[in-house]
């Protein structure tokens, strides 16, 4: 069944390609200003890149977080989810597994080519790419709970964002911090290891939750 929702998810991706273009330029563009309006001066873009890629890909998975269940509320066919025998949580892991294949994966394959602008080593380069792979996961699974939540709701986009922000924090500060840590020569294992602690509690707890979320918000 998990199979079936991303699969399911993925073609009515295709059909909105605007959606799935607009998140990914919207990431492109945000990264891209930093340095027009910064200035040519490399040190300070080499110290500001990692906060900048991971700020900008935070707020560009938001943007698509509205979309992860309203379509299927309109038209009715959460509801049948919800009364079918199929465990919800496993239909919530698809849901969100779509959403970061639709969101997640584009940013994390064109970090690197815009990471370039600012002047990044090969090696911080990997580890940022590496840092987006591991932590746009957990961007994806706690914004489900945020969408869950806000489902249906007059303002739901700003909810979401005031909901899941502070979520989101912790996965900014370590995601960018490995960066700055390679960068500086101390290593990113410390931080690759707390993302990878927040990316498994994340998938114990975010369909859990979310299924729960979506219950009250249907009720």
Request: aromatic letters at 8%; a neutral charge; glycine letters at 10%.
């Amino acid at each position: 069944m998990i199979f079936w929702i991303i699969k399911r998810d993925l073609l009515l991706a295709m059909r909105r390609r605007a959606d799935v273009l607009t998140t990914l330029f919207f990431f492109i563009i945000v990264v891209s200003l930093f340095p027009l309006g910064v200035g040519p001066e490399m040190n300070i873009l080499r110290v500001i890149a990692p906060g900048i890629v991971w700020v900008a890909a935070l707020l560009a998975s938001m943007l698509a977080l509205g979309r992860m269940f309203s379509s299927d509320y309109a038209d009715g066919t959460l509801e049948q989810m919800l009364i079918s025998p199929v465990s919800l949580s496993a239909l919530v892991v698809g849901k969100a597994i779509a959403h970061w294949l639709v969101t997640g994966v584009p940013l994390v394959l064109i970090a690197p080519v815009l990471g370039i602008q600012y002047d990044l080593p090969v090696e911080s380069l990997t580890v940022l790419t590496l840092s987006l792979l591991v932590g746009t996961p957990v961007l994806s699974l706690i914004g489900a709970i945020g969408a869950a939540l806000t489902l249906g709701l007059r303002g739901g986009g700003v909810l979401v964002s005031l909901l899941v922000l502070p979520l989101y924090v912790p996965i900014l500060i370590f995601g960018a911090g490995a960066v700055e840590a390679s960068a500086a020569g101390l290593g990113s294992e410390a931080h690759f290891s707390l993302l990878g602690a927040f990316l498994l509690v994340s998938i114990v707890c975010s369909p859990w939750a979310t299924a729960a979320s979506l219950r009250i918000s249907m009720g």
